[in-house]
């Protein structure tokens, strides 16, 4: 089956050897030709990563390429934090965020395209994360990040080799940055907003979700979003289980936004403040490019957003540390949504735990 780009705005085509990462009409694309999740695809002889799955992933070449590039990323733990909440440990790999999941996917489909050179923007796990398979894939990595990511994150992209640009300003203005290198360079945008591969990496989530569960799925899955490539990723392998005939309806999906930086609350008419002050670097993005596919993922599986101040996330913080979980800000946002959820109205439910706690150091 061949793998190809179409862009969701026009609908024109491309093959993945053009290495664009947007349509010249300026919309997004997604990747066709990939194959749907198969329940055989998890069987006894499967690695326990997320490469069980490679028969849904969008592989193509050489296999030893992309077994060289792996760090036996995926499978990671859901453990039961209360009746009826589960909290999936996504923070639990190599590069220690989910990240993880989508950077190995487009990072070994680079490497099978024969790139020498990547750029990527990040407010720092994405940037980490590309970064470091990047160095196992022989490939110079540039990340742009806010002059404001955590000193931690910054010494990780330049452990792992990465040249690292930090620009004044938003988390915007970094892409801005980045996009602007591209057309300096012509450098591959290894990009987890605009390059669809990593949202195929990141539907292991739900695939992992499902087996682990022995498909007895939770009624709701919450996920902090700032630009969405974990909800994006959870949506598409979702829907994919549902495509297969093995769920009859994807669990609600509901995004977590900062209370003071929440695109989707804005473009619903609310009013929010044009800060992107908050402990959760992660989703403090105003301006996401995915915003309408993000909206869309909440609302077709009766999903919503969830809004979380200051105060709440850093008393989440404390309160999984208390339980013995460690994670960054970003993370302890999704469990700060929790404040308030009525089980009996809204069932059971799954947090993300996106990040690990050592990537922002606690105050002391």
């Not at 800000?329 to 809204?346: K, Q, R």
Request: glycine letters at 10%.
């Amino acid at each position: 089956m061949t793998i190809g780009l179409r862009c969701v705005a026009c609908g024109r085509t491309y093959d993945i050897g053009d290495r664009a990462w947007r349509c010249s009409c300026g919309g997004l694309f997604k990747l066709e030709g990939t194959a749907l999740f198969a329940a055989a695809g998890a069987g006894s002889d499967r690695p326990w990563s997320l490469w069980r799955y490679r028969s849904s992933l969008p592989i193509f070449g050489s296999r030893d390429r992309w077994e060289q590039i792996s760090l036996g990323e995926g499978s990671t733990p859901i453990v039961q934090d209360s009746p009826g909440v589960l909290l999936k440990l996504d923070f639990l790999m190599p590069t220690l965020s989910f990240k993880d999941r989508g950077s190995v996917v487009l990072v070994s489909a680079a490497s099978e395209l024969g790139v020498r050179q990547m750029v990527a923007d990040s407010s720092g796990n994405a940037g980490v994360s590309i970064a470091a398979y990047g160095a196992r894939a022989g490939i110079e990595t540039e990340v742009f990040v806010p002059a404001s990511t955590s000193p931690s994150k910054v010494f990780q992209l330049e452990a792992y080799g990465a040249v690292v640009r930090r620009i004044t300003g938003s988390r915007d203005d970094a892409a801005a940055a980045a996009i602007s290198r591209l057309e300096q360079t012509g450098a591959f945008y290894a990009s987890h907003i605009y390059n669809p591969f990593f949202h195929h990496g990141t539907k292991t989530f739900a695939f992992e979700c499902y087996e682990q569960l022995a498909g007895r799925m939770p009624d709701a899955v919450v996920i902090p979003a700032g630009n969405g490539t974990l909800l994006l990723g959870a949506a598409l392998g979702f829907a994919e289980l549902v495509d297969a005939g093995l769920l009859d309806r994807p669990p609600r999906l509901f995004a977590v936004q900062a209370a003071n930086c929440s695109p989707i609350a804005k473009a619903r008419g609310a009013h929010v403040s044009g800060s992107t002050e908050t402990a959760a670097e992660g989703i403090a993005i105003q301006n996401p490019p995915r915003l309408e596919e993000m909206m869309r993922a909440i609302e077709t599986t009766g999903g919503d957003l969830l809004l979380v101040d200051e105060e709440s996330i850093l008393r989440a913080r404390t309160a999984l540390l208390a339980r013995g979980i460690d994670v960054e800000p970003t993370a302890a946002a999704g469990y700060a949504a929790l404040d308030g959820w009525d089980s009996d109205e809204l069932g059971t439910v799954l947090v993300a735990l996106t990040g690990a706690g050592i990537k922002t150091p606690h105050a002391p």
